[in-house]
């Protein structure tokens, strides 16, 4: 998620790092961090080593590895004494220790590829420690710059960010249905990358910055993968060009826009960004194309945040589903980025602290959204778009979840509502509240609630409960409005009005059609 400057501008300190050649735009035009020959022996060293996510869990121990990440190394240096090669490299590379020479040489191939350790290590004496972070996840292994939990103070401008919530946030909420093309913009080290190459028949990368397209490269060779990575901002080096998925972790923060720091900073001030991505979106995606991605929006003095969205999304021919996760006020989330960069340690932090808190009360910001936004390029005459919280904790994956929604609204798009069989989405349960009385107990409140996937909960009245109840995919919904007509003074155009919005929900789900 790596874009800081603007189309143009150039990080002096960057000609230090891997130069590109200069080939035809689309061409693998990033120079490696090290030759295919040498990633191919530090790929044999790794899994010689079985340094995997398994066995570094296996490892630590329970307690250790949720030290580790929690940001704590003591128990993990505790539990790493042996001297094996696999203990070598967790504690170069995931605790941050200085190891002998020997120890090193033992777990990698530095002797017979000096390139690896000009890479991986920074000499100490007789020792060494870790240059960048190399990491397994999942099934994987990443390559990246390491965070400040391991090398402290504020982190280079040019800064790789490796896995982080963010990233795993996104990977969860992402649909993994099969696709011909799929696009990562603001690659990074490669993590969105690595899980569309399950399932994608071709994957692009891009991003500002060719340090991180150089280490999304090594990314992709240790885990036997190759990638088309382009240099260029957001969606430029693509101009022209359909896919089929679009998947985006960028620098969305909020902010005065000159904060410097290429994973999280635009180079845009405010929201910018995230709008400008959204509104461009559409233009890369194939006819039903997905588009997802993670995005900042301010809540600002006197206007509605989904108004504010909504505005971004009008007119794009897009179907739409934002979810807002997370609100902070603006003095948390200034400070919470300032830690994260590694600036909290820095004598200008609270100038920087102060400067950002101006700009936002100058900006009448009282607070900033946190979400995903996906998009779906319908082509459909009245796009649906839902923007909406979903603070509560939900399952994960949680793709699955946003294909499914996407699929209710196909199944009764342009249909006659009264035709469809719909019936109860598993293990759905109806709570009820009662209060004593004279006669007994009395239902006082009922809530419709999901125990799994969004875990969505509504309260809804009897003729709710009831219109759910009735369906059990039997019989088409016209059937179920003649009894509710009946029994609560309701007709068939407000039945079908409920059945929709609970479809949507997730609380009903649409089976089949009589007609």
């Known amino acids: 998620m790596s874009r800081s400057r ?54 630590l121990g329970e307690e250790a590895a949720g030290a580790l990440a929690r940001a704590e190394r003591v128990p993990g240096l505790r539990a790493t ?56 996840y999942e099934s994987w292994w990443v390559v990246a710059d390491l965070g400040t939990d391991v090398r402290h103070g504020p982190v280079r401008p040019d800064h790789v960010l490796g896995v982080g919530p963010a990233s795993l946030t996104l990977s969860s909420a992402t649909i ?15 993590v969105q990358s690595l899980h569309l190459s ?71 001030a405010g929201d910018e960004v995230s709008r400008q991505l959204i509104r461009q979106a559409p233009d890369v995606l194939t006819d039903g194309g997905r588009c997802q991605l993670l ?14 969205l909504a505005g971004w999304l009008d007119g794009l021919g897009c179907d739409a589903w934002v979810w807002q996760r997370e609100v902070a ?40 959204g946190f979400g995903l936004v996906t998009l779906r390029k319908s082509g459909a005459d009245r796009p649906t778009v839902r923007i909406e919280e979903v603070p509560q904790p939900i399952d994960e994956p949680a793709g699955p979840e946003v294909a499914a929604w996407f699929d209710r609204l196909d199944a009764l798009r342009g249909v006659d509502a009264g035709a469809v069989r719909f019936d109860r989405a598993p ?18 409140t009922q809530r419709l609630r999901q ?15 009831a219109l759910v109840a009735g369906c059990d995919g039997t019989r088409p919904l016209r059937e179920i409005a003649v009894v509710l007509e009946l029994a609560y003074g309701i007709d068939a155009d407000q039945v079908e009005d409920m059945a929709r919005a609970l479809a949507e929900r997730g609380f009903l789900i649409p089976t089949a059609s009589v007609e």
């Open 427 to 444: 293990g759905l349960q109806l709570e009820q509240t009662a209060s004593p009385g004279p006669d007994g107990w009395t239902v006082t």
């Open 329 to 368: 006020d603006p003095s948390q989330y200034a400070a919470l980025w300032l830690s994260d960069a590694g600036e909290k340690s820095s004598p200008a932090y609270e100038a920087r602290y102060s400067r950002w808190l101006d700009w936002f009360a100058a900006a009448g910001v009282e607070a900033i």
């Open 81 to 136: 004494t042996g001297g094996s090669p696999l203990e070598t490299l967790v504690r170069l590379f995931l605790l941050g220790s200085t190891e002998p020479a020997a120890a090193v040489h033992a777990a990698l191939p530095v002797a017979a590829a000096p390139a690896i350790a000009g890479v991986l290590l920074e000499p100490d004496g007789d020792h060494y420690r870790a240059a960048i972070d190399l990491r397994p």
């Open 295 to 308: 995005a900042n929006w301010i809540h600002r003095r006197g206007e509605s945040w989904e108004d504010r």
């Open 451 to 465: 125990p799994t996937g969004l875990r969505w909960t509504a309260p809804v009245d009897p003729a709710v409960a």
């Open 6 to 59: 603007r189309a143009g501008s150039r990080d002096p300190d960057q000609e230090a790092d891997a130069p590109l050649r200069t080939e035809p735009a689309g061409s693998e035009a990033v120079a490696p961090l090290l030759s295919d020959a040498d990633a191919d022996r530090l790929a044999e060293a790794l899994r010689a080593a079985g340094y995997t996510a398994e066995a570094v869990v296996d490892l």
């Open 176 to 190: 993994r249905r099969p696709v011909g093309t799929a696009l990562d913009i603001g690659t990074g080290c490669g």
């Open 198 to 268: 399950q399932h994608a028949g071709a994957v692009t990368g891009t991003d500002v910055l060719p340090r991180a397209l150089a280490m999304a490269r090594l990314t992709a060779r240790l885990n036997g993968l190759h990638w088309e990575l382009l240099e260029g901002d957001l969606l430029a080096p693509v101009a022209g060009r359909r896919f089929d998925l679009v998947v985006s972790n960028p620098p969305f923060i909020v902010g005065p826009g000159d904060g410097g720091f290429a994973y999280r900073d635009s180079g845009l």
